[in-house]
């Protein structure tokens, strides 16, 4: 595996795990299986790490909630939490922890969420055939908390939130 690639999910892992302030740039060179100067070539700082490791989470998930539908939009989230687990937001939890101070996490934690914010409408659109606003930020709210309620709930906040989206589009549709 090329140097770059097997630190970045290194670092993905652990930031996940751990946060990104409690990784250390030590604990990453043991995980990546790299020495310190290897890690700084290919990393630069640890800023500039997560600010990669968000920006491919980003892609991934992007990928992932490629959905025609609300009802869809949670199945994809039911699986996101089955695969990659259940620990809340990464970029809403990176930027929590560094108070949005650190211009590399802040900007990817913008970039992700106006990316999402915007594919939700589409998906909104595309189940309605119209625009519906109202209806895209009560499915931002219902999406977001359950994956953070997903931590403590498991997969019920997710099938929870799904049903709760699914009264509110048909309502939308009347």
């Known amino acids: 595996m090329e140097s770059a690639p097997k630190l970045n999910a290194a670092a993905e892992r652990l930031f996940d795990r751990h946060g990104y302030m409690a990784t250390g740039m030590d604990r990453l060179t043991e995980a990546a299986g790299m020495s310190s100067r290897t ?91 119209r625009d519906d606003m109202a209806l895209t930020e009560q499915v931002l709210v219902l999406f977001e908390g359950a994956t953070h309620a997903a931590v403590y709930r498991g997969d019920e906040a997710v099938s929870a939130a799904r049903a709760a989206a699914a009264i509110l589009v048909e309502r939308a549709r009347t």
């Not at 070539?41 to 892609?59: F, I, N, P, T, W």
């Not at 949005?100 to 595309?126: L, M, N, Y």
Request: proline share 1%.
């Open 39 to 129: 890690l700084y070539k290919h990393a630069g700082s640890k800023a500039q790490l997560m600010g990669r490791v968000l920006a491919e989470r980003d892609r991934r998930f992007m990928v992932r909630i490629d959905v025609d539908s609300v009802d869809a939009l949670f199945a994809a989230l039911e699986d996101w939490v089955r695969i990659e687990g259940a620990r809340g937001c990464l970029f809403l939890r990176s930027h929590a922890e560094t108070g949005g101070a650190i211009p590399e996490i802040a900007e990817a934690v913008a970039a992700h969420k106006a990316a999402f914010r915007q594919r939700v409408g589409g998906i909104v659109a595309k189940d309605l055939g």
